[in-house]
């Protein structure tokens, strides 16, 4: 049950990160000075590094740990985690996409608006309903 438990602190801690990086994208997109502009590129520098990432690492160490612990034996039967898994891919890349939105702000060459981010700000919501009802449900 540590494991699990440990897998869920990081992956809360993950999706903290998730959702707050690209709102601060929307905020950076729409400010006009200097000053915010770096504001805005320490927070996201921090976030992503500091808590982001590191929740990301520990979410996979101990989910894949649980999966070699308790389930490999039972992993080709599970269709649930299967899915579980591919919407995991899913959110890793989105993460790469935050990294490389983190990079375009940073160079200051972000070419997109606040109402990009806007909308890529909710995708997360989407990939935790997804993890969660997999997750808990196991509906196959």
């Known amino acids: 049950m540590w494991l699990k438990a440990l897998h869920l602190i990081f992956m809360v801690t ?6 707050y990086l690209p709102r601060l994208f929307v905020y950076h997109a729409m400010s006009e000075d200097g000053i915010s502009h770096e504001r805005f590129k320490v927070m996201e520098r921090k976030l992503f590094y500091g808590i982001m990432t590191p929740g990301m690492i520990l979410t996979l160490i101990f989910g894949f740990w649980m999966l070699f612990d308790y389930a ?4 080709a039967s ?6 579980k898994l591919a919407v995991l891919v899913a959110l890793l890349i989105y993460h790469y996409y935050c990294y490389r ?7 200051n060459q972000n070419q997109r608006s606040h109402v990009f981010y806007r909308w890529m700000n909710e995708i997360p ?3 935790l309903v997804l993890i969660i009802i997999l997750a808990v449900v196991k509906p196959f």
């Open 14 to 19: 993950w999706f903290a990160g998730i959702f």
């Open 72 to 75: 490999w034996a039972l992993y």
């Open 78 to 83: 599970m269709g649930w985690l299967h899915a």
């Open 101 to 107: 939105w983190l990079q375009d702000f940073k160079h």
């Open 125 to 127: 919501v989407l990939f």
